[in-house]
C-alpha cells in the first residue's frame, strides 16, 4: 500500500491506515508519538540553563547533558572510549574475546516470517510480552550463564563483559554479549552455553580478530542520531528504544563508573581513572540525605569540590 499523508485520509480512517504498516513493531502514529516527547525535552533543554552565582556564567543545560538522544554525538564518544577502555583492560589480563547472541523463543514475537513469501505474518503463538518485559527475560538468561560454574568459579577480573540490546525486525529484543575471559575456560564456557540455550538459535563466537571493531558494529546501529543523516528507518529503530524503554548498552563493572569519570575527565582519561580506582585511593564523599557527591580526594589532594553557588534554572521555574 502506498503511504500517504493525514491530509489524504479522512480523520476517522486516518489512525486505522496509519497503523496498519509497523517497523521494529512500531506504527507511524508510535513514531510521530516519539517525535514529539523527543521535541518537548529538546525545548526544556535549550531554554533551561546552570548559573553560577559568583561569575554569572550560565550555560544552556543542553551543553551539559550528554545523551544518546539529545547529545548524540558525544556520547557515542564517551561508547567508543568505554570500549577502548574495556579492552585496554581485558588484553592487560590476559583474556580473549568471545561473541555471544541470546535470541528469545517464538512465542516471544508478534511476528513470524512466512517460509513462501518471506515477508513477516503475525504470529499466532505469540505470548503478549512487551519489548521491555522481554529484555528481562534476556537478562535472566545472560543471568543464568554468569552464575553456572563455568564461569562463577572466575574472579570479577577475569570476566569482563560488554552487552547490546538491539531489537528484531517485528520489534522483539535480542541481545550480543563481547565477554572477555581466559583462553583455557572457554571450551568449558561454551559448553555451558550450549547445555543452557538451543546452539540454532543462540550463537557463541570464537577466534574473533578485532574484539572493539566487532562489538562497535553492533554499537553503530543501535546509536542512529550519532549519523548526519538518518533514514525513515533509523528513525523507528531509535524510537523503538525511546517507546520500549529499553537500554541500549550495560556492562561488567571493569572500569571507573562513568558518573566519577564525567566528574574527573579533566583530570584523568577513563583507563588513567580506572587505575586509580583499583588502587582504591580515591576518597568520595557524598551527603547522606540524597548521595549528591560533594568532595573527592586522592591522598592529600583535592580533585573535585561541588559548588554550592550553582543553580538550574529551567522553563517551569527555579531548582535548587
Given at each position: 500500500?502506498e ?8 480523520l ?8 496498519k ?45 550528554i ?32 561473541f555471544?547472541?541470546?535470541t ?15 515477508q ?5 503463538k ?12 534476556l ?32 520489534g ?11 583462553n ?15 546452539p540454532k ?25 550519532s ?80 559548588e554550592?553557588?550553582?543553580e ?9
Amino acid at each position: 500500500m502506498e503511504r500517504r499523508t493525514s491530509d489524504e485520509y479522512p480523520l476517522t480512517i486516518y489512525k486505522k491506515v496509519v497503523d496498519k504498516v509497523k517497523n521494529y513493531g512500531l506504527t507511524r502514529s508510535d513514531l510521530a508519538s516519539v517525535k514529539l516527547k523527543l521535541r518537548k525535552q529538546e525545548n526544556f533543554l535549550k531554554y533551561s540553563y546552570v548559573q553560577n552565582n559568583h561569575t554569572g556564567q550560565m550555560i544552556s543545560l543542553q551543553d551539559c547533558i550528554i545523551s544518546a538522544n539529545h547529545n548524540p554525538k558525544q556520547y557515542y564518544g564517551e561508547i567508543q572510549n568505554r570500549i577502548d577502555t574495556l579492552t585496554r583492560e581485558a588484553d592487560n589480563a590476559n583474556l580473549i574475546p568471545v561473541f555471544l547472541t541470546l535470541t528469545l523463543p517464538s512465542e516471544f514475537h508478534p511476528m513470524k516470517e512466512d517460509k513462501k513469501t518471506k515477508q513477516l505474518v503475525k504470529n499466532q503463538k505469540f505470548n503478549g510480552t512487551t519489548p521491555k518485559e522481554a529484555v528481562k527475560v534476556l537478562t535472566k538468561m545472560w543471568g543464568k550463564l554468569r552464575h553456572d560454574r563455568s564461569l562463577k568459579e572466575l574472579s570479577k577480573t577475569q570476566r569482563m563483559y560488554y552487552r547490546v540490546n538491539e531489537p528484531h525486525k517485528d520489534g522483539t529484543p535480542h541481545t550480543h554479549i563481547l565477554l572477555f575471559i581466559p583462553n583455557d575456560k572457554i571450551q568449558k564456557v561454551e559448553t555451558a552455553f550450549n547445555r543452557l540455550f538451543n546452539p540454532k538459535t543462540n550463537k557463541f563466537v570464537k577466534d574473533i580478530e578485532s574484539a572493539k571493531n566487532y562489538i562497535m558494529k553492533y554499537i553503530n546501529k543501535t546509536l542512529p542520531k550519532s549519523k548526519d543523516e538518518l533514514t525513515l528507518e533509523d528513525e523507528y529503530l531509535n524510537a523503538w528504544y525511546i517507546k520500549n524503554r529499553v537500554n541500549r548498552f550495560c556492562s561488567s563493572r571493569s572500569t571507573a563508573p562513568m558518573y566519577l569519570y564525567r566528574l574527573l575527565h579533566h583530570r584523568y582519561s577513563l583507563y588513567a581513572l580506572t587505575q586509580v580506582r583499583k588502587r582504591k585511593s580515591l576518597q568520595v564523599l557524598a551527603r547522606l540525605d540524597d548521595d549528591k557527591i560533594m568532595e573527592i580526594w586522592e591522598g592529600n589532594e583535592l580533585l573535585f569540590m561541588r559548588e554550592e553557588c550553582i543553580e538550574v534554572h529551567t522553563v517551569k521555574g527555579l531548582v535548587a
